[in-house]
């Protein structure tokens, strides 16, 4: 039996008995103060006139005033002392009503005698003889075992309950419904537990943006909106050509971030009209002109038109002019720069610009044609290694001076052919991803791992905005994979 069933209610204490026995008592009591009093008052006239009727009524009035008030709270202290005794002990702490015939001392009931009686008043509609006697409650536990601040009786307990012990109210209180639901809830467990928060994996910040080796305190400033129409923030692509995979990704700086300057980054993806070879370029403006980053996108868009218009005249890759293609790229940014009311200061950039066969003959590796200016790099990871094939490296007093940019000096780009086997890869980045790989065996390891193959756009995007200390450039990168299997 669980919850409400099976639960007595303790009656609450007196019954006709006792208040009869009480009556009688009490009119006899006044019976006895009334002769009294007519006899004080008699005798007060007969002695000494006027002057002892007063004194008589004065005296007898305190005197029955006394005794009826005396009277009067000797059933309540009994009671009082009565419950006392059931609550605190189990044993009732009346006195005997001595030992005749139809008193009996009160003793500490038992549990069987004590239901039946109950259950015998509520069945007939009388109150027993006697007040129930019933053992001291004790301390209901809730969760973990603390106290809850109610009263349990032992024989309210169900032992096939699988909520534990019934609760009930305290001894002597009346029914009520709504104490009684609230009673027979369980205890109020508290808040239900949030989620869990969600683990941050190693190495990572709640940005995002992994932490290649040494977080930067300038990465996480605010990202301000430039105050002219500029690039987007950050930008992304995934592509495949052939037997090639491409990601791609460019994303603004901490420094021009939080300075509400534009991305100068910029980076194209194309291909000849016969889907043989993929074209890739990325550019750097220079930050000390006004509008590099329009230099930027204009220089990568020349360069990718320049190498495709080549390829589809019949040139073969290794055949292409590296000086017609910079120049190309040279031409369109004078031409945007003069539209604009600007000059050629206004649009410098640095760039690189690759064309990688999509397809290659089993067993043999593609011939790749690089050309860059200034710090604009490409790299070929193969075996877990990196190597830079193309572009300046820093040195110097000051590593971030360019002695070469477009479009002052097309003519000073440089160009090579190199290898990329099955199983390779080949990144085009600008300086803010390849001054990392530059910075030694840590930062080469994490980019290794983490692009041995192609990830998903949305890591790859994540990876080439990482967060390192002192690196607050923007960053670019367009990375190619050799998807093609390696035979031996």
């Not at 969760?143 to 009786?153: A, D, E, I, L, W």
Request: proline letters at 9%; charged letters at 25%.
């Amino acid at each position: 039996m669980s919850g409400r069933q099976g639960q007595h209610r303790a009656l609450p204490s007196g019954g006709p008995v006792r208040r009869a026995r009480r009556t009688g008592r009490r009119g006899r009591l006044a019976l006895t103060l009334a002769v009294f009093f007519t006899a004080l008052l008699s005798g007060g006239i007969l002695m000494f006139g006027a002057r002892g009727f007063a004194g008589s009524v004065v005296a007898g009035g305190a005197l029955v005033t006394a005794a009826w008030h005396r009277l009067a709270r000797r059933p309540d202290a009994e009671t009082r002392e009565g419950h006392a005794g059931d609550v605190g002990t189990g044993v009732a702490a009346r006195p005997d009503r001595g030992t005749g015939s139809g008193s009996r001392p009160y003793e500490q009931g038992r549990p069987a005698d004590r239901t039946q009686e109950v259950d015998g008043a509520a069945g007939t509609g009388r109150a027993p003889d006697r007040d129930p006697v019933l053992p001291a409650p004790r301390p209901a536990l809730g969760p973990g075992g603390s106290p809850t601040g109610r009263s349990v009786h032992p024989e309210s307990e169900d032992p096939g309950s699988a909520s534990g012990p019934a609760v009930r109210p305290e001894v002597g209180l009346p029914p009520h419904p709504d104490l009684d639901a609230d009673l027979d809830a369980d205890p109020d467990p508290g808040p239900e537990p949030g989620p869990e928060p969600e683990s941050v994996p190693p190495g990572t910040e709640p940005s995002g943006f992994p932490v290649l080796a040494q977080p930067s305190r300038a990465f996480h400033a605010p990202w301000l909106l430039p105050e002219r129409p500029a690039p987007h923030g950050l930008v992304a692509d995934r592509a495949e050509l052939g037997g090639l995979v491409l990601r791609a990704a460019s994303v603004i700086g901490p420094g021009h971030r939080a300075r509400a300057l534009p991305r100068q980054d910029a980076y194209r993806i194309g291909r000849d009209r016969s889907g043989d070879h993929l074209i890739v370029a990325v550019a750097d403006g220079m930050s000390d002109s006004r509008h590099s980053d329009i230099g930027a996108q204009v220089a990568v868009s020349a360069l990718v038109g320049a190498v495709r218009e080549a390829l589809d005249s019949g040139t073969g890759p290794e055949s292409l002019d590296r000086a017609q293609v910079f120049l190309a790229a040279a031409k369109q940014m004078y031409a945007a720069a003069e539209a604009r009311g600007w000059t050629a200061d206004d649009v410098r950039a640095v760039a690189a610009v690759a064309v990688i066969p999509a397809h290659a003959e089993p067993g043999t590796a593609r011939r790749v044609w690089l050309g860059a200016i200034a710090d604009a790099t490409a790299w070929r990871l193969e075996k877990g290694a990196w190597e830079r094939l193309i572009g300046d490296g820093k040195s110097g007093y000051d590593p971030s001076s360019v002695s070469s940019f477009l479009p002052h000096t097309p003519d000073l780009a440089a160009y090579r052919t190199v290898e990329l086997r099955a199983g390779s890869a080949l990144a085009v980045t600008t300086d803010g991803v390849g001054d990392a790989l530059e910075s030694g065996p840590t930062a080469r390891d994490w980019f290794a791992g983490r692009w041995a193959g192609p990830p998903e756009v949305g890591r790859f995007l994540m990876d080439v905005g990482f967060e390192q200390a002192q690196m607050q450039d923007d960053r670019t990168a367009v990375v190619v994979w050799c998807a093609d299997e390696e035979t031996e």
